[in-house]
């Protein structure tokens, strides 16, 4: 049964506590987590790309000359796709790319990131996140005294107006409820940390 440090946020170790082996170690199942970022990913697109077919174009529907006697090859209209400035054939079309996992297979995933990022050292673990002030610098301070500067996940368990305001001006910083944690953002991040909470209330989910 893996263990891991928790800390306060002065970075001191305050007790050990055990994860479940369902949870956090279990074998890293690779061709799963692509499948997971392939899906988050693709929920991810706008689909707003649009193009016009040849009832949308601007021109005459005209026909440009008589079909036959002059010589050249028979054309309908100036709106004709082999034309220039002609109207596009099959072209895309705004659509939702999303799509959904199955649920056993996103939870598999979620639980080859979590065990990922333990084995790598890049998960921790904080009491709580209680602070006193809203302040961006107080909690940036609170964030450098455990040695994170780049792509940070925070991950707690209700809502906490002080933690939401100091950290969305840092663009570094990403906080998120412990249970709309997605594989992508695990793997995303290079250190992911979740409060005493958080981390608890995740594993009873995904045992």
Same mark, same amino acid.
């Given at each position: 049964m893996p263990k891991i440090e928790v800390k306060n946020?002065?970075?001191?170790?305050?007790?050990t506590l055990e994860l479940a082996d369902e949870v956090f170690a279990v074998p890293v199942n690779e061709g799963l987590l692509h499948d997971a970022v392939k899906q988050y990913l693709a929920t991810r697109r706008s689909g707003t790309h649009s193009t016009k077919t040849r009832d949308q174009v601007s021109g005459s529907g005209r026909k440009p000359w008589r079909q036959k006697g002059t010589g050249r090859a028979r054309v309908g209209s100036v709106r004709n796709p082999l034309w220039r400035g002609g109207?596009?054939? $099959?072209?895309?079309k705004p659509r939702d790319y999303g799509y959904q996992l199955p649920r056993k297979m996103f939870r598999a995933a979620l639980r080859s990131a979590l065990s990922l990022k333990?084995?790598?050292?890049?998960?921790?673990?904080v009491d709580a996140f209680t602070l006193e002030s809203h302040r961006t610098k107080l909690f940036w301070e609170s964030l450098g005294k455990f040695g994170l500067t780049r792509k940070i996940l925070l991950v707690d368990h209700k809502e906490n107006p002080n933690l939401l305001?100091?950290?969305?001006?840092?663009?570094?910083?990403?906080?998120?409820?412990?249970? *709309?944690?997605?594989?992508? *953002?695990?793997?995303?991040?290079?250190?992911?940390? $979740?409060?005493?909470s958080a981390i608890q209330d995740l594993e009873e989910v995904l045992k």
């Open positions: 946020l002065e970075n001191k170790v305050v007790e109207g596009t054939v $099959f072209g895309p333990l084995g790598d050292s890049e998960l921790s673990v305001l100091a950290s969305r001006n840092l663009p570094e910083v990403r906080l998120l409820p412990s249970l *709309q944690v997605t594989p992508y *953002q695990l793997i995303n991040a290079r250190h992911v940390v $979740f409060s005493k």
